[in-house]
């Protein structure tokens, strides 16, 4: 605080010095000094080595209503703003405009200097999305609960920026799911000081509880001993216990980016809805998990506790998906958590980061680890599901794409578009659930996290590349008409959703075709149909396909073994032990035994329920 207030001039107008959780905020009444002076601050990071953000001070904020007016006036008509919303936590006003373009902008910390002084908020200028529900129910749970925040956001920097109590450095892991399988990713890392959780997820596909949900039981700890939960991305598999972790008595922080923090409480949503009277936890735990939820920039170090920094990387996966990177003690040892990962570029992400600055130990994902788990090329998939589409659609058939509802749907949306745009399939109404929908319109919003080619065609034209043409149409989980078409909803796996809805109106005639693109776990519906089974049982029912059905590898959200081997081999800094999870026993115990093969490093391939000393 000392070197804080002899770095500021008078100017500055400084009212208050506080933690922002792992970020140290410095309130002003003049901003636009401190923003146009951004060296002063720079020298205050080097300095003191903690993050600094500057907030606009409370007393010089306009109220909301009279700030949106200013915004509106301010902005010519032509820019078209869709909606705007304020964070009062941050003093932050993000305004969603149709033509961002037309807007000169600053750059990361205000993009508006002018609007910022003239309503005493700092303003976020963004793309809008087509579709603002997802957005907008988070900026209202996020005003909602603003002065608990508020508090919560102190409480966490305190916890963070005090003294270590113990000298010594230790670590070690503990695997609590998603060790030798697929699902409920959860590990905890504990050091002297602090105990942290990697990924928090469910086995949706299980049969029981003590399958289905991360092992706390054998961790020997209660949620409130945690300190912080570190989350690699949204889907369900790697979140989907987290509202039941704040049902039980966890009221730390959760770090993530942004676009993680939206597209979960979409899928924690869903999932919630569709188990019913059996679900895990209500939409208010939900919502309590967002509101304890700070979301970070991609290589940015953060303290998250006395003894653990945190830098997450780009995993290109998922929107928002990243790695996980722990630097624990003085330096002593650096963990690496790749979480699912793409090492390989798709339409819509670039290529996961690989250039960490220094990794000890590794903890990689094998879903596709096996010697077999050779994908094809993207453009042999592509050209492979043009012809399956086009015999069944000519043939008057429906196609039935099961497929998550975040991550290899989108990609499908823009091969379908460019199919559609070069003749390449025939003229077919292509049906988007509901909720894939909406999860597109979180990548709608977040052009800075997709691909370069993408990114720029968002930012720079009114459309969307995100199913363009006018044969797109959003459904709930309707009723097929006689038209053919090809129909995009999830479950991926077939273990219920919509999906099941639309296999029980396609199944019986051969003219229709099913395409398993994505991966099927063992025991669920889609496997056993994998597998070669053409009777299957979903929530107590009986379906029998009559109709086609095809696998088509090769626009995989997962690296394939290659993928996996090549991610090793490029690491620059040495290894010492990688571990392998998230993925099925054989696959990782391959691919362990591959990577101790071929670079001569430490491995394993721990169960669920081990303990293994890091430092
Ligand atoms: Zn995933």
């Given amino acids: 605080m000392a070197v804080i207030l002899q770095s500021l001039p008078q100017e500055a107008a400084l009212t208050k010095i506080e933690y922002e959780g792992p970020r140290i905020a410095l309130y002003s009444r003049n901003p636009t000094y401190l923003t146009q002076n951004s060296q002063l601050v720079s020298n205050m990071v080097n300095t003191i080595k903690k993050r600094i953000v500057i907030r606009t001070d409370e007393t010089i904020r306009k109220p909301q209503p009279e700030s949106s007016r200013i915004i509106e006036d301010a902005i010519p008509k032509d820019v078209g703003i869709s909606g705007t919303f304020f964070d009062p936590v941050l003093g ?11 807007l000169a902008q600053v750059g990361d910390e205000f993009d508006n200097l002018e609007l910022a002084e003239k309503t005493g908020w700092k303003v976020r200028v963004r793309k809008a999305p087509r579709d603002l529900s997802t957005v907008a129910s988070m900026y209202r749970i996020l005003s909602e609960t603003a002065t608990e925040r508020t508090r919560f956001f102190r409480e966490v920097g305190d916890k963070i920026f005090r003294d270590p109590l113990i000298e010594s450095a230790e670590a070690s892991l503990m695997t609590l799911g998603g060790f030798a399988e697929i699902g409920r990713s959860c590990a905890l890392l504990s050091t002297p000081e602090s105990r942290v959780l990697l990924d928090c997820g469910i086995n949706p596909s299980a049969k029981d509880s003590l399958t289905a949900l991360p092992r706390f039981d054998v961790a020997g700890i209660n949620s409130d001993e945690i300190d912080a939960v570190v989350l690699t991305h949204a889907h369900i598999d790697h979140t989907g216990f987290l509202p039941a972790l704040f049902k039980y008595g966890y009221k730390g922080p959760v770090y993530c980016t942004e676009p993680t923090m939206l597209l979960m409480g979409l899928l924690q949503r869903d999932y919630a809805a569709r188990t019913g009277s059996t679900a895990l936890y209500s939409d208010k735990d939900i919502d309590d998990a967002i509101m304890h939820t700070i979301t970070l920039t991609s290589g940015i170090v953060t303290d998250i506790s006395p003894d653990v920094k945190l830098v997450l990387y780009n995993a290109g996966h998922i929107l928002g998906s990243t790695s996980i990177h722990l630097h624990i003690g003085n330096g002593n040892h650096n963990l690496v958590y790749t979480g699912d990962f793409k090492f390989g570029r798709t339409l819509s992400l670039e290529n996961a980061s690989w250039n960490f600055p220094r990794v000890e130990t590794m903890i990689i994902e094998s879903t596709y680890g096996g010697k077999e788990d050779i994908l094809p090329r993207p453009e042999e998939a592509e050209a492979a599901l043009a012809n399956l589409i086009s015999s069944t659609v000519s043939a008057g058939g429906h196609v039935l794409l099961p497929v998550p509802t975040v991550g290899i749907s989108q990609e499908l949306i823009l091969v379908l578009d460019r199919f559609l745009k070069e003749g390449k399939i025939p003229p077919a109404k292509v049906l988007v659930e509901k909720i894939v929908s909406e999860a597109t319109s979180v990548y709608e919003a977040y052009p800075e996290f997709l691909s370069r080619g993408l990114r720029e065609q968002i930012l720079s034209s009114e459309g969307t590349p995100f199913g363009s043409s006018d044969r797109f149409m959003i459904v709930d989980a309707d009723a097929l008409g006689s038209e053919p078409s090809i129909i995009l909803a999830p479950s991926s796996m077939l273990i219920g959703g919509p999906s099941v809805r639309y296999l029980e109106q396609i199944a019986g005639n051969q003219n229709n075709r099913l395409v398993l693109l994505s991966y099927q776990a063992p025991e669920t519906p889609g496997r056993a149909i994998q597998d070669g089974s053409r009777r299957i049982t979903v929530n107590g029912r009986e379906i029998e396909l009559v109709c086609r059905v095809d696998k ?47 670079f001569k490093i430490q491995t394993q391939h721990p169960l669920v329920q081990e303990a293994i000393k890091l430092l």
Wanted: charged letters at 25%.
């Fill in 92 to 102: 932050e006003a993000t305004v969603f405009v149709r033509k961002p373009w037309m």
């Fill in 552 to 598: 088509l590898d090769g626009f995989a959200s997962h690296s394939n073994y290659d993928q996996l081997m090549q991610y090793v081999l490029r690491l620059r800094p040495k290894l010492r032990r990688v571990l392998v999870n998230h993925g099925e026993r054989s696959k990782a115990q391959n691919l362990a035994s591959s990577i101790n093969k071929m």
